[in-house]
């Protein structure tokens, strides 16, 4: 069903030899007992599926949260994102966005790059102006009101 990099037999290709593209970008709470050891896991497990199956991205997790950005062909990034709504290591997922397009992949070499957020507020913040569905700003408002309340700690790359 798909060559060796995940793309559909049969994918249209413009005349420009871009790819139509899905993307799903979406943040999501860690649950208890998520540790820096279980994330580097995660992103471990992550390269090897998503370099079999043609996806790339990018992951922030700070103070508890995820962000994650995934693109690739429709059926593995529909496949992924139904995993990531079973997988009970997070939760409160909140999708930010989700389209397809014909365009160049915005992160090409990353099968999934782990980056730093010193500070995940304000990638959730920047969410929350661009969004314009009311449940998505209720949801990422209230994450937010916890971060701000909770004892805050740093968790970066070690
Ligand atoms: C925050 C988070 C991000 C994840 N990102 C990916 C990813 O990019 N690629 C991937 O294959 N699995 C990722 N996973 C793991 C998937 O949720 C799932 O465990 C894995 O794809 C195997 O799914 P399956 O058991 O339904 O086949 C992630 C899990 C979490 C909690």
């Known amino acids: 069903m798909f060559d060796e990099y995940g793309i559909p037999r049969g994918a249209e290709w413009d005349e420009a030899g871009l790819l139509t593209l899905h993307h799903f970008v979406y943040c999501s709470r860690a649950s208890d007992g998520v540790d820096e050891a279980e994330v580097g896991r995660i992103v471990e497990s992550a390269q090897r599926h998503n370099l079999a199956r043609g996806i790339t991205g990018v992951m922030v997790f700070g103070s508890g949260v995820f962000f994650q950005w995934i693109e690739g062909p429709a059926v593995p990034i529909e496949k992924l994102i139904a ?10 997922i909140v999708s930010l966005d989700q389209s ?5 992949r915005l992160y090409p070499n990353w099968d999934m790059e782990r980056v730093e957020a010193d500070d995940i507020r304000i990638v959730l913040q920047d969410a929350l102006e661009s969004s314009s569905n009311k449940k998505n700003k209720e949801t990422l408002m209230r994450i937010l009101k916890q971060i701000d309340s909770g004892p805050l700690h740093s968790l970066g790359r070690s």
């Open 83 to 92: 995993s990531l709504y079973r997988d009970p290591r997070h939760y409160d």
């Open 100 to 104: 397809e397009e014909k365009r160049e």
